[in-house]
């Protein structure tokens, strides 16, 4: 439909509309208006992603804005916002004509998922997929190509550099799929092709780390100008991925690794020296001139950009000590040799980076300055080598990203180094960690470059601690409540088992057997009366593993599987999406299944268990983080002084968000319905279970508290029983200011 | 007359029932059957008449065993036969069921006029008797106890032949022999390849007990074992020798023990095979990860993240945690269960094939068969596809679209005009004209003409029914109008039939169900071009006839309340017999005048059944 808002005509693909969605469209153009970055919070299952590509295309539509840059945290939910992009394209082109309509979209992602090439695609890990492509493309083995045709290149990549400006994607909609049939069509490489589009898109969707991650966003979004609007759709976790993108960890592999990485450099330095010297005075000539980075790199000669944020990169000359090739390698070799001895400590020690920029200096002479440049001397050394095969020299690259981290930063990171991991202390695995404590710092030049930042979610409860975590300050920030028909969802609190003892996941209880067996009683009672799909959400692999041996050699996992298939999340991705794939058809065949899964894991981020796919979650135990680890303790005691914000409150609210993400994946639509079972007892505690979103609360009546597995089991049936009415959308149809029809659930109207 | 309708080889198990047996030939007819022995020396021949048997019992085990009983209950005295194919002796007892059926329902059990149960009919060439055919015949009477019913009552009783009765049901038969079984069976979801071992509780020694059932889902579950007892078995060692290996790896694997395990599989590698990780299953995967749902593909998700490449990102920052001990990757029971699961949705790849019974090495060659021909009957394209469509169903909100119309199938008219002027016709002839085609005008006028009349003349000239019957009548009608309007829409689902008795509605149903079938045999003989079109229409229309008079009789006998709704019933019965037999007697007289016409008259045929009157 079409309607207006405050003069704004918007194309909406669906003959109805949520009032909520109606008025996150209000707030969304208000801060849009304002040119100002906005925090909205709206529940899942009212369509968040289709409002928001709605109102943002209809509002370039009428007026001059830049592209809108779409960030997912994963490939498939790129995939689902292209796939709704396609539908809301479709859509404008029949209300307005193709010409005007006419948009370009597409989606990018790595060299893994959209190179074409037969036998790179074939390379099993991304890096290898990478370090291949760069065999065939670098711009000197194309070079030599040219005079020695026994020199493979990429076909691909040939065909599309020869086209030069000529190669483009005709406007539409395009998902990794259609960019890799495109070029496979055309003969063009379709990783170049689509990075070369960017500048021309009206919509990119990408991943997080393509804005937030300075190594990858100074290579892809460099050119992006500030007129965009960005979007950071499921931003509940965005605090964690800033701070990932900015941290750095060091094990003993690392060191071995970078260790080998440097005896390769000097033996390829000798091998230059004798044969040409040229090559690398030439380099040092052009180091002298403060160039660290050519301008103008050719376009595949690109890997990874500069760990630290743009601002931050010294545009100078490259100190002296390190400008000459064999003096940077022996200057890398002694940050090695001492990163070695750290490593070699039996005591947990913690340090900011200043002192250990101080004993650094003192004990192999290093200074912050050449530090700083680590990175970028790295670059210029192993494009000075031709070096093609990067995926072999991560680990040297690994320690230059920490070098240049340290020597920028002094502020907002910790160095931990950990002799064993505390939960397996008889392992030695001692890594040195250069931990991001504060999230505002990899997040800032984003808020700073752009004019709209748009942080969304179904769950950013409490809404206020979004802002000072990464601190900014949105136009706009709100909550919007979901209207219902009728009561689709059903969260639960249960305490206890069938035999009326306390179930909690809580450390001094966890292993108990009686706590174990009813959480298993529990499931068993719950497959046997719920129909197709359940999940079970855990607070960790260790303790999914451990309660699953011992749930099979009670029987209870026999006696599960008597009723319905069980899959099980596992650390192998491909095992999962596997696992994932059949359990979808095994609950569209009618057989049923039980997933189980792990809270903060890969699927409890980014998969949807809607309609028959999930009828009922259930969350074992609260998933706190490890509290003892180190690094949580450094970055709690930074948010304590910096913040002000406790450590008991950062802690609960990060357990009850991941917990709310986890059932949050029941629902989609408002026709759709599901179960939530909190089955620990302290999520009885008021101060628990007011930081659940303020959907779940609502619907968490008081009977539902505090239930036993047989009580909960009887909700459950009645519930079941409830649902499975036919369900009529009770709603008014108004007519609006433009005499279209405009839809609107009980509750709320939206006001003209 | 006795036709012998079967005959088979079956051993008699003597008076004892329990043998010694003895080889002989079965011989059944319709009335009684006989043995008789192969050796002379066995024992005397039977014949047996099937009046004396009360009940039979069959064998679900190995031996395919039939016992004809003259008691109620198996252990009474009676004949036991041992047959050497259980379908020989399944086709007897369908057989003999049948008999024995009719002769609890009937009471009497043949009526000399009985013919055989499928009656061949001499001189037709498709009629050959078909043992195939009769038998799915046979089979398909055995589930439908309503065509039973009907096939007792026309087929035996005379009325059509068995070629008739069963031409218009070709598609019954042809459904029944493309169905073959109703519904695939899955696989169970039980993990059967799990196999736990047993203690004897006194000595060391455990036990593992293997089924062929077993070991083929450990075949489909573990193709790496799968593949070792292709290799092996038996050029390289037996079969108990590869099981006793199998369990021993399996018995290490339960008890925790790693380290042993890895130093047995370090020491035999033969062993080996089963405590490695399995690269069929990984080369397999690789393979479907590239079908899967893109909405869930997270390993393009893992290709995505550089901010984990390795070296960066928080190691061990207390919410994610790794499992992988010095970069050996264990096997787990939660990757048995996926796998387990994985297979169980793919279904039983050996379908059809007798899994049980068969030894382990036919089931291994048919696995290694089946799974190749699976392999190959991929089509990219069409998976493709469906990865597409699933994707657009993900992310559809349909709550949020219009009302969709429902799905119709449109109705075709050949020819429109032929279709309403036959639905028009009898609403012209039944009534007056019709009420709608009068101008409201008109009919107000016609009504204050009447009014005026009664008005002016009074109601001397109208024929007055009695105040008393008038009340009564009514006080029916409103009373039934009000019992309408109150259970109309909340009974929706009640039938008028299901208000008569049981006995009543059988009935009914069952001639209903007769005159359809005698109607459409009958007016399938029109024309009447030849001689034994004639005799069947004759005969056809006798039975109708017969039928008429039965429902007549019927309706007379119901008792009050009864009787109107079933005259309501049968009236549309009796319309179209009316219809027929008036067609048959016009038709008559036409030849008959036709006839008359060529030969001298007087040379009629006696009219065929009394005019019968609608009640």
């Known amino acids: 439909m079409k ?644 450590e008991g409150d950062f802690l609960t609210f990060d357990a009850v968000r991941q917990a709310a993400q986890c059932v949050g994946r029941v629902i989609r639509s408002k026709a759709d319905y599901g179960m939530m079972i909190f089955a620990d007892k302290r999520y009885n505690r008021h101060d628990k279970r007011s930081k659940l979103p303020g959907w779940i609360q609502t619907h968490l009546r008081d009977a539902h508290l505090n239930l036993s597995t047989d009580m909960s089991l009887h909700i459950a049936r009645e519930f079941l029983r409830k649902m499975a009415q036919p369900h009529e959308l009770l709603g008014l149809v108004i007519a609006t200011a433009c005499g279209r029809y405009h839809f609107c659930t009980e509750g709320s109207l939206p006001r003209f | 007359m006795d036709v012998p309708v079967l005959k088979v080889n079956a051993k008699y198990m003597g008076p004892s029932k329990k043998g010694p047996a003895m080889a002989g030939v079965l011989t059944m007819s319709d009335t009684r059957f006989k043995w008789t022995p192969n050796y002379a020396s066995g024992s005397a021949p039977l014949n047996i008449e099937f009046s004396v048997i009360k009940a039979h019992f069959f064998s679900k085990g190995k031996k395919a065993l039939l016992n004809l009983s003259k008691g109620s209950d198996a252990k009474a005295e009676g004949y036991v036969f041992e047959y050497d194919d259980v379908r020989d002796r399944d086709m007897c007892r369908d057989h003999v069921a049948k008999i024995l059926g009719k002769q609890s329902n009937g009471g009497a059990p043949a009526a000399p006029a009985m013919k055989p149960l499928i009656a061949p009919v001499a001189g037709s060439q498709s009629d050959q008797f078909d043992r195939a055919e009769m038998e799915r015949r046979l089979k398909l009477l055995q589930t439908d106890s309503e065509l039973q019913k009907l096939h007792s009552e026309l087929v035996i009783g005379g009325v059509l032949s068995e070629t008739e009765f069963w031409a218009a049901r070709k598609h019954m038969l042809e459904e029944d022999v493309t169905r073959g079984p109703k519904q695939r069976t899955g696989l169970k979801t039980a993990m059967l390849a799990d196999v736990r071992p047993l203690t004897d509780g006194r000595t060391n020694k455990v036990t593992f007990n293997l089924t062929p059932e077993i070991i083929h889902q450990i075949f489909t579950e573990k193709p790496a074992v799968h593949r070792a007892f292709l290799q092996n078995v038996p050029t390289k060692m037996s079969e108990v020798e590869f099981w006793t290996k199998y369990c021993r790896a399996e018995y290490l694997y339960r008890t925790k023990n790693q380290a042993a395990a890895a130093a047995e599989a370090a020491d035999d590698e033969d062993l080996a095979v089963f405590t490695r990780e399995d690269d069929i299953i990984q080369n397999e995967a690789r393979k479907k990860i590239k079908r899967v749902d893109p909405t869930l593909d997270m390993a393009a998700d893992m290709a995505d993240d550089y901010t984990h490449l390795p070296g960066h990102g928080t190691y061990r920052d207390g919410s994610k945690e790794e499992t992988e001990y010095n970069g050996v990757k264990l096997r787990s029971i939660m990757n048995d269960i996926n796998r387990h699961a994985a297979v169980v949705l793919e279904g039983r790849p050996l379908d059809g094939l007798p899994v049980a019974g068969a030894d382990t090495a036919t089931v291994a060659q048919a696995l290694a068969i089946a799974q190749q021909a699976q392999a190959d009957s991929e089509n990219i394209d069409e998976l493709e596809q469906k990865r597409l469509e699933r994707l657009r169903d993900m992310t559809l909100n349909d709550d949020l679209q219009g009302p969709q119309e429902a799905p119709h199938v449109p109705l075709t008219i050949q020819d429109p005009r032929k279709y309403f002027d036959s639905q028009a016709a009898p609403a012209g002839e039944s009534g007056p004209a019709a009420p709608t085609s009068m101008d409201p005008g008109e009919a107000l006028d016609s009504f204050h003409e009447q009014l005026v009349s009664w008005k002016r003349n009074g109601l001397q000239n109208c024929l007055l029914v009695s105040p008393s019957l008038a009340l009564k009548i009514m006080t029916d009608l409103t009373r039934e109008v009000a019992a309408s309007k109150f259970t109309l829409g909340r009974t929706a689902e009640k039938n008028v039939l299901d208000s008569l008795p049981k006995a009543i509605k059988d009935e009914l149903s069952q001639q209903s169900a007769a005159v359809h079938e005698l109607l459409r045999h009958f007016w399938a003989c029109y024309p009447l071009t030849s001689k034994f079109l004639l005799e069947k229409a004759t005969r056809l229309k006798q039975a109708m006839s017969k039928i008429y008079t039965h429902l007549g009789k019927m309706k007379e006998s119901a008792s009050g309340d009864l009787r109107h709704q079933i005259s309501q019933l049968v009236q549309p019965i009796f319309h179209a017999l009316d219809a027929a037999i008036t067609h048959f007697e016009e038709d008559e007289k036409r030849r008959a005048s036709k006839s008359a016409q060529k030969q001298a008259p007087g040379q009629q045929n006696g009219s065929y059944g009394a005019k019968l009157v609608a009640a």
């Not at chain 1, 396609?86 to 859509?91: C, P």
């Open chain 1, 3 to 646: 309607f207006k808002i405050e003069g704004l005509t918007v194309y909406f693909p669906y003959e109805y509309i949520y009032p909520e969605q109606y008025q996150y469209m209000l707030e969304l153009k208000r801060a849009l208006d304002a040119k100002g970055h906005c925090l909205l919070e709206m529940p899942t299952g009212t369509g968040k992603t289709i409002t928001l590509l709605s109102l943002i295309t209809s509002y370039q539509l009428a007026n001059p804005v830049g592209k809108l840059i779409y960030c997912t945290r994963t490939v498939h939910e790129m995939e689902k916002v292209l796939d709704e992009l396609r539908r809301l394209h479709a859509f404008q082109e029949k209300e307005i004509g193709k010409e005007a309509a006419k948009i370009l979209a597409l989606g990018l992602s790595s060299r893994k998922n959209l190179c074409i090439h037969p036998v790179v695609s074939g390379e099993g890990s991304r890096e290898s997929v990478d370090a291949g492509c760069r065999k065939l493309t670098a711009s000197w083995v194309r070079l030599a190509a040219v005079d020695n045709p026994n020199i493979e290149t990429c076909d691909f990549f040939e065909n599309y550099e020869k086209k030069g400006a000529d190669a483009l994607l005709p406007p539409g909609v395009y998902t990794l799929h259609e960019l890799r049939n495109f070029g496979r069509e055309k003969g063009w490489c379709p990783y170049f092709l689509a990075r070369h589009m960017i500048q021309f898109a009206n919509i990119v969707v990408y991943n997080y780390q393509y804005m937030l991650d300075p190594k990858v966003a100074g290579i892809i979004s460099r050119e992006l100008e500030k007129e965009c609007i960005v979007v950071f759709d499921e931003a509940h976790n965005i605090d964690n991925v800033c701070i990932e993108a900015l941290s750095v960890n060091i094990r003993q592999q690392t060191l071995e690794g970078a260790t080998r990485n440097l005896n390769k450099i000097s033996q390829v330095i000798d091998k230059f020296k004798s044969t040409d010297a040229n090559r690398l005075r030439q380099e040092y000539n052009r180091l002298v001139e403060g160039l660290a980075q050519r301008g103008d790199l050719p376009l595949a000669d690109h890997w990874l950009a500069n760990p630290v944020l743009p601002d931050d990169i010294l545009k100078e000359a490259v100190p002296g000590n390190i400008r000459r090739a064999e003096h940077f390698v022996a200057f890398l070799k002694r940050l090695v040799q001492y990163i070695k001895g750290r490593l070699l400590t039996d005591v947990v020690e913690s340090e900011g980076p200043v002192s250990f920029l101080t004993s650094l200096g003192r004990e192999c002479s290093i200074d912050q300055k050449a530090l700083r440049f680590c990175y970028d001397r790295l670059t210029s050394l192993l494009e000075t080598l031709e070096i093609t095969d990067t995926d072999e020299f991560l680990h040297i690259q690994a320690v230059c990203d920490f070098g240049t981290l340290i020597g920028t930063y002094q502020r907002g990171f910790a160095i931990i180094i950990e002799p064993y991991d505390d939960r397996m202390p008889n392992i030695p695995d001692p890594v040195l960690q250069l931990s991001c404590l504060d999230a505002s710092l990899a997040i800032k030049p984003v808020f700073e470059r752009f004019q709209s930042v748009v942080i969304t979610s179904g769950t950013l409860s409490p809404l206020d601690l979004y802002p000072r975590l990464l601190s900014f300050n949105p136009v706009i920030f709100k909550s919007f409540t979901m209207t219902l028909t009728r009561d689709c969802l059903c969260p639960m609190i249960l305490t206890r088992g069938s035999d009326q003892l306390p179930v909690s996941t809580k450390f001094d209880m966890r292993s108990d057997p009686g706590v174990v067996r009813n959480y298993g009683r529990l499931l068993l009672e719950m497959v046997a009366a719920v129909p197709d799909g359940v999940v079970c959400f855990f607070v960790s692999y260790s303790y999914m593993d451990g309660i699953i041996n011992s749930w099979n050699e009670m029987g209870i996992l026999q006696e599960v599987m008597q009723h319905k298939l069980v899959f099980i999340e596992t650390q192998d991705v491909v095992e999962t999406t596997l696992a994932l794939d059949n359990y979808r058809r095994a609950c569209d065949c009618g057989r049923g299944a039980v997933f189980f899964s792990v809270a903060r894991g890969k699927v409890a981020e980014g998969i949807d268990f809607d309609k028959h796919y999930g009828r009922l979650v259930i969350m074992y135990g609260i998933p706190f983080q490890y509290t003892l680890s180190k690094i949580l303790r450094a970055r709690l005691e930074y948010l304590r002084e910096t913040f002000q914000i406790k």
